[in-house]
Nanobody, 116 residues
Framework: QVQLVESGGGLVQPGGSLRLSCAASGFTFSIYAMSWYRQAPGKERELVAGISSTGGSTNYADLVKGRFTISRDNAKKSVYLQMNSLKPEDTAVYYC?????????WGKGTLVTVSS
């Protein structure tokens, strides 16, 4: 059974940091490109960051460049999102996504709230 389980969300003050984790199971993690998406209340889901299957290539949304870092550990079947200098507008549910060919899997999300 395919599972993507996000963790690490929570309440943080503006300027603070959080590290999100996504643990994968039930598929061959090392061949999948992995991404983090987010969806704020009343808004569409948007891509935050992506990483290739080997970790050799990454991409970021302009809004998070220089503040967020995506990484993965294929041995642990996990992908991470280090978020620094958080802003109130980063408040959203963050989703982990795995994609390979026509296969496309989603986690259930973890809530990040940036507020003082």
């Amino acid at each position: 059974q395919v599972q993507l389980v996000e963790s690490g969300g929570g309440l943080v003050q503006p300027g603070g940091s959080l590290r999100l984790s996504c643990a994968a199971s039930g598929f061959t993690f090392s061949i999948y490109a992995m991404s983090w998406y987010r969806q704020a209340p009343g808004k569409e889901r948007e891509l935050v960051a992506g990483i290739s299957s080997t970790g050799g290539s990454t991409n970021y949304a302009d809004l998070v460049k220089g503040r967020f870092t995506i990484s993965r550990d294929n041995a642990k079947k996990s992908v991470y999102l280090q978020m620094n200098s958080l802003k109130p507008e980063d408040t959203a549910v963050y989703y982990c996504n795995a994609k390979w060919s026509v296969m496309n899997y989603w986690g259930k999300g973890t809530l990040v709230t940036v507020s003082s």
